[in-house]
């Protein structure tokens, strides 16, 4: 059955994967972004609407998410990463970026959206894109990881008090997926993925209402293990990790 799908972050990496994907599949896709040129491109897909908006401007959000036809799937993945290089001078500016982007805009695309999700003849789908960097600390990531550590937790307590009104939560913890995102990375990235590979997996995940989609197991497991280490032992591998 075609189902309408809002992917947030579509005009590049998972987004635009996520897009073409659904798209592809026959299903009506609302792609958000800020780049006008990128969604254009999106736009000449069969079956995609393009909507520009910066989701950290609210009344832009506001406006352009007003009257939607009624949404089956929403998926907020748009955000950004930077890290903190010195967190003994602790940029404060650098962290409110990347909250603001990550995590607080999250809260004015949810009071639009939420009310607009078709909730008459199935169950909605409010899929969170975190990160699977929320689940141990990793240097440099404090922003970063702080941003998606919220997001984790504002998945899992959404998915207690949204389904008595018929909306299931997902939340997506992917590994190290290649993008405009991670590109910037100077460090190796163990188990790294192509966005189509990714966006494969969280379509999978999302059909199956899964409550986590974390991939790829090799690094979840990995990640799980590492958590179970002391505090000490984590923040020596991590240390030595950074001077390689
Ligand atoms: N890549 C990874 O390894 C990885 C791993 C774990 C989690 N994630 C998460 O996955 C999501 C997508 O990441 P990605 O790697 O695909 O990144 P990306 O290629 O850099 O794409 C980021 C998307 O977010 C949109 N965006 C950024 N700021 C925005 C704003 N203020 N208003 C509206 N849209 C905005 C961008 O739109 P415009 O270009 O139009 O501005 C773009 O479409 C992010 O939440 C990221 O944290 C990524």
């Not at 075609?2 to 998972?14: C, D, E, Y």
């Not at 699977?132 to 919220?150: L, N």
């Not at 190290?176 to 990375?185: E, Q």
């Amino acid at each position: 059955m075609s189902k309408r799908v809002l992917i947030t972050g579509a005009t590049s990496g998972i987004g635009k994967s996520l897009a073409e994907l659904y798209a592809g599949r026959g299903h009506s896709v609302y792609a958000c972004g800020r780049n006008q040129e990128k969604l254009n491109e999106l736009a000449q897909h069969g079956g995609i609407e393009a909507l520009q908006f910066d989701q950290l401007n609210t009344s832009e959000v506001k406006s352009v998410l007003a009257n939607l036809d009624p949404i089956d799937i929403a998926i907020l993945n748009a955000g950004d990463c930077e890290y903190i290089d010195d967190a003994l001078n602790f940029d404060a500016d650098l962290f409110k970026r990347v909250i603001d982007i990550n995590l607080t805009s999250v809260g004015s695309l949810l009071q639009q959206i939420l009310p607009q999700l078709n909730r008459e003849t199935d169950t909605a789908q409010l899929v969170l894109v975190g990160s699977s960097a929320s689940m141990v600390p990793f240097t440099r990531a404090q922003a970063y990881g702080a941003s998606k550590a919220g997001i984790a937790y504002l998945a899992d307590s959404l998915y207690i008090d949204l389904q008595p009104h018929n909306i299931d939560v997902s939340l997506v913890l992917p590994g190290f997926i290649k993008t405009p995102l991670t590109d910037k990375n100077d460090f190796s990235m163990p188990f790294l993925m192509t966005s189509d590979e990714a966006a494969e997996r969280i379509y999978q995940g999302i059909e199956k209402r899964q409550r986590h989609i974390a991939f790829p197991k090799r690094l979840i497991w990995s990640l799980r293990v590492a958590k179970c280490l002391p505090a000490k032992w984590w923040r020596k591998i991590m240390l030595n990790s950074d001077q390689n």
